[in-house]
């Protein structure tokens, strides 16, 4: 017997609040360095390399890529950081999701209006892709999850032949 196994990366758009905060770790990074070089001064030359090695920690949180993996009715979400450090951030039974729909579906409604609703966003954040992003509402310990993702038509088919009462296209 065969597994079913689909995977799907979406990269994520550097947003504005990325780009402005990159800027300005550039930006204190540039001046610190120049004054330590300037004034030779121990009081300066510690928080100018206290940014720099922070930097090499930040900077790759940047660019971050999404990869989902459907392997026999579990879904699994990856985050690749700078395409080269991979860690697992969440794992759900399509079993045990409550219902599966479009992210703009009134379908969603009821759960939206829900003020204890954790939302979990694994998407690209990209404006023109926003009609493919797609919610499922996970229900664990007592907590509800709203997660929203791209999958690919192939990973929804299979998903829903896998739960066809709990996912849906409209």
Request: charged content about 25%; glycine content about 2%.
């Amino acid at each position: 017997m065969s597994d079913l196994y689909l995977e799907e990366l979406v990269k994520r758009r550097k947003t504005g609040k990325d780009m402005a905060l990159r800027a300005i770790l550039m930006a204190l990074t540039a001046v610190l360095v120049v004054l330590a070089i300037l004034t030779f001064n121990i009081l300066i030359s510690v928080p100018a390399i206290a940014v720099c090695i922070a930097d090499i920690f930040i900077f790759p949180r940047f660019n971050v890529e999404w990869e989902y993996q459907y392997v026999n009715g579990e879904l699994d979400v990856d985050r690749i950081l700078n395409k080269a450090k991979r860690k697992r951030i969440a794992s759900y039974d399509i079993a045990n999701a409550e219902l599966v729909a479009p992210a703009v579906s009134h379908r969603l409604d009821y759960y939206n209006n829900n003020s204890k609703l954790q939302v979990k966003d694994f998407t690209s954040c990209n404006p023109e892709r926003e009609k493919l992003v797609y919610a499922m509402i996970v229900s664990s310990e007592g907590e509800t999850t709203k997660v929203l993702f791209e999958p690919s038509e192939q990973m929804l088919k299979d998903m829903r032949a896998k739960a066809p009462r709990k996912v849906f296209f409209d």
